[in-house]
Protein backbone atom coordinates (compact mmCIF):
# COMPACT_ATOMS: atom_id res chain seq x y z
CA UNK A 1 0.00 0.00 0.00
CA UNK A 2 2.94 2.44 0.62
CA UNK A 3 0.54 5.17 2.11
CA UNK A 4 2.22 7.73 4.48
CA UNK A 5 0.04 9.79 7.09
CA UNK A 6 0.53 13.63 6.57
CA UNK A 7 0.23 16.14 9.16
CA UNK A 8 -3.20 16.55 8.20
CA UNK A 9 -4.40 13.25 9.12
CA UNK A 10 -2.73 13.67 11.99
CA UNK A 11 -4.36 17.19 13.16
CA UNK A 12 -7.21 15.54 12.72
CA UNK A 13 -6.76 12.27 14.85
CA UNK A 14 -5.46 14.52 17.52
CA UNK A 15 -8.40 17.05 17.07
CA UNK A 16 -11.09 14.14 17.67
CA UNK A 17 -9.01 12.73 20.33
CA UNK A 18 -9.06 15.63 22.31
CA UNK A 19 -12.88 16.33 21.71
CA UNK A 20 -13.29 12.91 22.92
CA UNK A 21 -11.49 13.90 26.30
CA UNK A 22 -13.59 17.46 26.59
CA UNK A 23 -16.68 15.26 26.52
CA UNK A 24 -15.37 12.87 28.99
CA UNK A 25 -14.32 15.52 31.14
CA UNK A 26 -17.61 17.16 30.50
CA UNK A 27 -19.97 14.06 31.51
CA UNK A 28 -17.71 13.50 34.19
CA UNK A 29 -18.72 16.82 35.65
CA UNK A 30 -22.33 16.46 34.97
CA UNK A 31 -22.50 13.23 37.29
CA UNK A 32 -20.71 14.42 39.73
CA UNK A 33 -18.47 10.93 40.29
CA UNK A 34 -16.85 12.24 43.02
CA UNK A 35 -19.69 12.49 44.93
CA UNK A 36 -21.46 8.94 43.95
CA UNK A 37 -17.94 7.15 44.85
CA UNK A 38 -17.78 8.74 48.32
CA UNK A 39 -21.28 7.99 49.00
CA UNK A 40 -21.07 4.14 47.68
CA UNK A 41 -17.82 3.48 49.71
CA UNK A 42 -19.13 5.16 52.87
CA UNK A 43 -22.08 2.64 52.18
CA UNK A 44 -19.96 -0.29 51.63
CA UNK A 45 -17.78 1.01 55.13
CA UNK A 46 -20.94 1.06 57.27
CA UNK A 47 -22.24 -2.51 56.00
CA UNK A 48 -18.78 -3.93 57.00
CA UNK A 49 -18.90 -2.44 60.39
CA UNK A 50 -22.53 -3.73 61.14
CA UNK A 51 -21.68 -7.14 59.85
CA UNK A 52 -18.90 -6.64 62.01
CA UNK A 53 -21.42 -6.10 65.13
CA UNK A 54 -23.24 -9.21 64.00
CA UNK A 55 -19.65 -11.53 64.01
CA UNK A 56 -19.25 -10.08 67.40
CA UNK A 57 -22.75 -11.41 68.65
CA UNK A 58 -23.02 -14.61 67.93
CA UNK A 59 -19.93 -16.02 70.00
CA UNK A 60 -20.47 -13.61 72.89
CA UNK A 61 -24.23 -15.01 72.83
CA UNK A 62 -23.03 -18.83 73.29
CA UNK A 63 -20.58 -17.88 75.31
CA UNK A 64 -23.46 -16.85 77.83
CA UNK A 65 -25.66 -19.40 76.99
CA UNK A 66 -22.79 -21.80 78.15
CA UNK A 67 -21.98 -19.91 81.30
CA UNK A 68 -25.41 -20.24 82.39
CA UNK A 69 -25.73 -23.83 82.36
CA UNK A 70 -22.49 -24.08 84.03
CA UNK A 71 -23.76 -22.34 86.30
CA UNK A 72 -27.18 -24.08 86.84
CA UNK A 73 -25.26 -27.43 86.51
CA UNK A 74 -22.52 -26.07 90.07
CA UNK A 75 -26.19 -25.27 91.47
CA UNK A 76 -27.75 -28.27 90.78
CA UNK A 77 -24.68 -30.38 92.09
CA UNK A 78 -22.07 -28.46 94.17
CA UNK A 79 -22.47 -27.50 97.41
CA UNK A 80 -20.26 -25.41 99.47
CA UNK A 81 -19.99 -27.30 102.34
CA UNK A 82 -20.58 -31.20 103.84
CA UNK A 83 -22.47 -30.08 106.32
CA UNK A 84 -25.90 -30.37 107.26
CA UNK A 85 -28.43 -28.66 105.22
CA UNK A 86 -30.83 -26.34 107.04
CA UNK A 87 -33.44 -26.91 104.16
CA UNK A 88 -33.92 -26.83 100.52
CA UNK A 89 -32.57 -23.89 98.86
CA UNK A 90 -34.54 -21.51 96.95
CA UNK A 91 -34.27 -22.46 93.66
CA UNK A 92 -35.29 -25.98 95.08
CA UNK A 93 -38.13 -24.64 96.51
CA UNK A 94 -39.49 -23.01 93.49
CA UNK A 95 -38.91 -26.13 91.20
CA UNK A 96 -40.93 -28.23 93.84
CA UNK A 97 -44.01 -26.55 93.30
CA UNK A 98 -43.90 -26.55 89.55
CA UNK A 99 -46.23 -29.58 88.42
CA UNK A 100 -44.51 -32.38 87.57
CA UNK A 101 -41.96 -31.78 89.18
CA UNK A 102 -43.49 -32.48 92.52
CA UNK A 103 -44.54 -35.71 91.54
CA UNK A 104 -40.90 -36.40 91.46
CA UNK A 105 -39.27 -35.07 94.75
CA UNK A 106 -38.17 -37.66 96.36
CA UNK A 107 -39.04 -37.94 100.02
CA UNK A 108 -36.29 -37.83 102.73
CA UNK A 109 -37.51 -40.89 104.46
CA UNK A 110 -37.19 -43.01 101.42
CA UNK A 111 -33.00 -43.07 102.95
CA UNK A 112 -31.96 -46.21 103.89
CA UNK A 113 -31.41 -46.10 107.66
CA UNK A 114 -28.07 -44.61 109.03
CA UNK A 115 -27.53 -43.66 105.56
CA UNK A 116 -26.17 -40.19 105.43
CA UNK A 117 -27.29 -37.87 102.55
CA UNK A 118 -25.15 -37.25 99.90
CA UNK A 119 -24.50 -34.25 97.34
CA UNK A 120 -23.24 -33.86 94.65
CA UNK A 121 -23.00 -36.48 91.16
CA UNK A 122 -24.30 -39.03 93.78
CA UNK A 123 -27.41 -37.39 95.13
CA UNK A 124 -28.53 -36.39 91.47
CA UNK A 125 -27.90 -39.91 90.68
CA UNK A 126 -30.22 -40.64 93.49
CA UNK A 127 -32.47 -38.60 92.98
CA UNK A 128 -32.97 -39.99 89.27
CA UNK A 129 -33.25 -43.48 90.37
CA UNK A 130 -35.91 -43.00 92.86
CA UNK A 131 -37.89 -41.01 90.22
CA UNK A 132 -37.87 -44.17 87.75
CA UNK A 133 -38.58 -46.33 90.43
CA UNK A 134 -41.76 -43.97 91.52
CA UNK A 135 -42.71 -44.06 87.66
CA UNK A 136 -42.81 -47.57 87.35
CA UNK A 137 -45.02 -47.79 90.47
CA UNK A 138 -46.95 -45.40 89.05
CA UNK A 139 -47.15 -47.31 85.89
CA UNK A 140 -48.00 -50.63 87.36
CA UNK A 141 -50.66 -49.33 89.99
CA UNK A 142 -52.54 -47.53 86.75
CA UNK A 143 -52.08 -50.78 85.01
CA UNK A 144 -53.69 -53.17 88.00
CA UNK A 145 -56.62 -50.07 88.27
CA UNK A 146 -59.93 -51.00 86.93
CA UNK A 147 -60.97 -49.39 83.89
CA UNK A 148 -63.99 -46.93 83.94
CA UNK A 149 -65.69 -48.99 80.88
CA UNK A 150 -67.68 -51.86 80.24
CA UNK A 151 -65.93 -52.16 76.79
CA UNK A 152 -63.53 -55.45 76.87
CA UNK A 153 -62.94 -57.88 74.19
CA UNK A 154 -66.07 -60.18 74.04
CA UNK A 155 -65.38 -64.17 74.66
CA UNK A 156 -66.58 -66.57 73.22
CA UNK A 157 -68.23 -69.73 75.26
CA UNK A 158 -65.95 -71.77 74.58
CA UNK A 159 -63.34 -69.68 75.36
CA UNK A 160 -65.08 -68.59 78.75
CA UNK A 161 -64.95 -72.37 79.22
CA UNK A 162 -61.39 -73.23 78.51
CA UNK A 163 -59.80 -70.28 80.43
CA UNK A 164 -62.91 -71.41 83.20
CA UNK A 165 -61.76 -75.05 83.60
CA UNK A 166 -58.89 -75.72 82.17
CA UNK A 167 -56.91 -72.56 83.54
CA UNK A 168 -59.19 -72.72 86.06
CA UNK A 169 -58.15 -68.96 87.57
CA UNK A 170 -60.94 -68.65 90.10
CA UNK A 171 -59.85 -71.79 92.34
CA UNK A 172 -55.59 -70.53 92.00
CA UNK A 173 -56.87 -66.67 93.32
CA UNK A 174 -58.72 -68.17 95.89
CA UNK A 175 -56.49 -70.58 97.10
CA UNK A 176 -53.62 -67.69 96.96
CA UNK A 177 -56.35 -65.48 99.01
CA UNK A 178 -56.76 -67.66 101.59
CA UNK A 179 -53.66 -68.82 102.04
CA UNK A 180 -52.27 -65.63 102.61
CA UNK A 181 -55.17 -64.66 105.19
CA UNK A 182 -54.30 -67.97 106.89
CA UNK A 183 -50.71 -66.40 107.14
CA UNK A 184 -51.50 -62.85 108.48
CA UNK B 1 -72.45 -69.32 33.56
CA UNK B 2 -74.79 -65.86 34.93
CA UNK B 3 -76.53 -67.90 37.41
CA UNK B 4 -73.12 -69.39 38.79
CA UNK B 5 -72.49 -65.92 39.05
CA UNK B 6 -75.47 -64.62 40.64
CA UNK B 7 -75.99 -67.35 43.35
CA UNK B 8 -72.55 -66.45 45.14
CA UNK B 9 -73.82 -63.04 45.45
CA UNK B 10 -77.14 -63.84 46.62
CA UNK B 11 -75.78 -65.52 49.40
CA UNK B 12 -73.10 -63.41 50.89
CA UNK B 13 -76.13 -60.34 50.32
CA UNK B 14 -78.38 -62.96 52.52
CA UNK B 15 -75.27 -63.78 54.91
CA UNK B 16 -74.52 -59.86 55.49
CA UNK B 17 -78.46 -59.33 56.23
CA UNK B 18 -78.33 -62.04 58.99
CA UNK B 19 -75.58 -60.59 60.52
CA UNK B 20 -76.71 -57.23 60.50
CA UNK B 21 -80.13 -58.27 62.32
CA UNK B 22 -78.10 -60.59 64.50
CA UNK B 23 -76.35 -57.71 66.02
CA UNK B 24 -79.35 -55.46 66.22
CA UNK B 25 -81.54 -57.92 68.04
CA UNK B 26 -78.11 -58.86 70.21
CA UNK B 27 -78.10 -55.39 71.37
CA UNK B 28 -78.39 -53.62 73.72
CA UNK B 29 -79.04 -56.00 76.37
CA UNK B 30 -77.12 -58.47 75.98
CA UNK B 31 -73.92 -56.73 75.49
CA UNK B 32 -73.95 -55.70 78.94
CA UNK B 33 -73.74 -59.10 80.11
CA UNK B 34 -71.58 -60.27 78.42
CA UNK B 35 -68.75 -57.79 78.78
CA UNK B 36 -69.68 -58.09 82.79
CA UNK B 37 -68.83 -61.79 82.39
CA UNK B 38 -65.31 -61.16 80.18
CA UNK B 39 -64.50 -58.62 82.74
CA UNK B 40 -65.13 -61.49 86.05
CA UNK B 41 -63.15 -63.78 83.58
CA UNK B 42 -60.14 -61.74 83.02
CA UNK B 43 -60.13 -60.23 86.30
CA UNK B 44 -59.25 -63.66 88.21
CA UNK B 45 -57.30 -64.88 84.68
CA UNK B 46 -54.78 -61.59 85.31
CA UNK B 47 -54.52 -61.99 88.70
CA UNK B 48 -53.65 -65.74 88.72
CA UNK B 49 -51.18 -64.93 85.82
CA UNK B 50 -49.86 -62.55 87.99
CA UNK B 51 -49.65 -64.47 90.57
CA UNK B 52 -49.98 -61.83 93.12
CA UNK B 53 -52.61 -59.58 94.56
CA UNK B 54 -54.63 -60.41 97.72
CA UNK B 55 -58.45 -59.19 98.58
CA UNK B 56 -57.24 -55.92 98.67
CA UNK B 57 -56.13 -56.13 94.95
CA UNK B 58 -59.61 -57.66 93.97
CA UNK B 59 -61.79 -55.24 95.97
CA UNK B 60 -61.70 -52.76 93.31
CA UNK B 61 -62.78 -54.84 90.67
CA UNK B 62 -65.71 -56.48 92.49
CA UNK B 63 -66.61 -52.91 93.48
CA UNK B 64 -66.31 -52.06 89.85
CA UNK B 65 -68.35 -54.76 88.77
CA UNK B 66 -71.18 -54.35 91.09
CA UNK B 67 -71.56 -50.51 90.23
CA UNK B 68 -71.54 -51.81 86.50
CA UNK B 69 -74.05 -54.32 87.25
CA UNK B 70 -76.36 -51.70 89.08
CA UNK B 71 -75.82 -49.44 86.50
CA UNK B 72 -76.60 -51.97 83.70
CA UNK B 73 -79.98 -52.92 85.47
CA UNK B 74 -80.98 -49.62 85.79
CA UNK B 75 -80.87 -48.98 82.33
CA UNK B 76 -82.36 -52.23 81.54
CA UNK B 77 -79.08 -53.24 79.97
CA UNK B 78 -79.67 -56.78 81.44
CA UNK B 79 -82.48 -58.35 82.52
CA UNK B 80 -83.37 -59.47 85.98
CA UNK B 81 -82.61 -63.25 86.00
CA UNK B 82 -79.13 -62.43 85.16
CA UNK B 83 -78.56 -59.28 87.63
CA UNK B 84 -79.63 -61.38 90.22
CA UNK B 85 -77.13 -64.75 89.51
CA UNK B 86 -74.54 -62.02 88.69
CA UNK B 87 -75.30 -60.20 91.55
CA UNK B 88 -75.02 -63.92 93.72
CA UNK B 89 -71.12 -64.75 92.20
CA UNK B 90 -70.22 -61.20 93.04
CA UNK B 91 -71.19 -61.52 96.43
CA UNK B 92 -70.36 -65.19 97.10
CA UNK B 93 -66.93 -64.35 95.46
CA UNK B 94 -66.47 -61.66 98.33
CA UNK B 95 -67.76 -63.21 101.09
CA UNK B 96 -65.45 -66.03 100.54
CA UNK B 97 -61.76 -63.78 100.01
CA UNK B 98 -63.47 -61.19 102.54
CA UNK B 99 -60.67 -61.57 105.47
CA UNK B 100 -62.74 -62.55 108.49
CA UNK B 101 -60.01 -62.45 111.72
CA UNK B 102 -61.40 -64.53 114.61
CA UNK B 103 -63.50 -66.48 112.54
CA UNK B 104 -66.36 -64.54 113.43
CA UNK B 105 -68.09 -65.40 109.95
CA UNK B 106 -67.61 -68.66 109.60
CA UNK B 107 -71.05 -70.14 110.28
CA UNK B 108 -72.62 -67.75 107.89
CA UNK B 109 -70.26 -68.10 105.22
CA UNK B 110 -69.96 -72.01 105.26
CA UNK B 111 -73.43 -71.55 105.34
CA UNK B 112 -74.08 -69.88 101.72
CA UNK B 113 -71.01 -71.76 100.36
CA UNK B 114 -72.70 -75.09 100.59
CA UNK B 115 -76.31 -73.48 99.63
CA UNK B 116 -74.48 -72.05 96.30
CA UNK B 117 -72.68 -74.78 95.74
CA UNK B 118 -75.70 -77.11 96.16
CA UNK B 119 -77.90 -74.82 93.99
CA UNK B 120 -75.42 -74.76 90.81
CA UNK B 121 -73.62 -78.18 90.43
CA UNK B 122 -76.08 -80.22 93.32
CA UNK B 123 -72.77 -81.30 95.44
CA UNK B 124 -72.65 -81.53 99.29
CA UNK B 125 -70.12 -78.78 100.45
CA UNK B 126 -67.24 -80.75 102.05
CA UNK B 127 -67.24 -80.02 105.71
CA UNK B 128 -63.72 -80.40 106.19
CA UNK B 129 -63.16 -77.04 104.77
CA UNK B 130 -59.80 -76.37 102.99
CA UNK B 131 -58.48 -77.16 99.25
CA UNK B 132 -61.53 -79.34 98.14
CA UNK B 133 -63.94 -77.10 99.64
CA UNK B 134 -62.17 -74.27 97.82
CA UNK B 135 -62.12 -76.39 94.48
CA UNK B 136 -65.90 -76.56 94.84
CA UNK B 137 -66.99 -73.02 95.30
CA UNK B 138 -64.67 -72.07 92.60
CA UNK B 139 -65.97 -75.18 89.96
CA UNK B 140 -69.36 -73.75 91.21
CA UNK B 141 -68.81 -69.74 90.34
CA UNK B 142 -67.38 -71.12 86.81
CA UNK B 143 -70.58 -73.53 86.06
CA UNK B 144 -72.75 -70.22 87.14
CA UNK B 145 -70.71 -68.21 84.78
CA UNK B 146 -71.14 -70.50 82.02
CA UNK B 147 -75.20 -70.73 82.47
CA UNK B 148 -75.10 -67.12 81.94
CA UNK B 149 -73.85 -67.40 79.14
CA UNK B 150 -76.10 -69.72 77.58
CA UNK B 151 -78.34 -67.82 79.41
CA UNK B 152 -77.56 -64.75 77.10
CA UNK B 153 -77.08 -66.78 74.25
CA UNK B 154 -80.56 -68.49 73.94
CA UNK B 155 -82.12 -65.11 75.53
CA UNK B 156 -83.68 -64.10 72.01
CA UNK B 157 -84.73 -67.62 70.91
CA UNK B 158 -86.38 -68.26 73.98
CA UNK B 159 -88.25 -65.03 73.45
CA UNK B 160 -89.21 -66.12 70.34
CA UNK B 161 -90.33 -69.46 71.15
CA UNK B 162 -92.33 -68.31 74.06
CA UNK B 163 -93.70 -65.54 71.64
CA UNK B 164 -94.99 -68.37 69.10
CA UNK B 165 -96.28 -70.59 71.86
CA UNK B 166 -98.46 -67.34 73.71
CA UNK B 167 -99.88 -66.47 70.24
CA UNK B 168 -100.75 -70.41 69.55
CA UNK B 169 -102.54 -70.59 73.00
CA UNK B 170 -104.36 -67.27 72.17
CA UNK B 171 -105.66 -68.57 69.41
CA UNK B 172 -105.38 -66.87 65.47
CA UNK B 173 -106.37 -63.22 65.54
CA UNK B 174 -109.57 -62.16 65.12
Known amino acids: MGEKWDDREFKDIAWLIREDEDRALEIFRQRNFDQTIRTQVAAVSDRKHSFSGLSMAVPVSVAVLLLIALGTVLLVTWRPSLGPRSGPGPIALILKDLPGVSDFVMPRETLPAGAAETFGPARTVRIVLAMATRQKMEEERRAAAPTGNLKVPRLSLEKKMQILFKERPIERVLVSILKKSEEV | ?174
Open chain 2, 1 to 174: MTKNRIFPVIAVCALALNLTAYEVTSAPEKKAGYALLDQYIRTFQEMATRGTGGPDVLEPYLQKMAADTKKAKEQAEIDPVFYTHFSRILAMTKLFVKPDPGNILKPLIDREAANFVKDITGEDLITTGGAPAISQVANALAEEIVNLQIHLDTLDRREAIRKKLDERIAGPKK
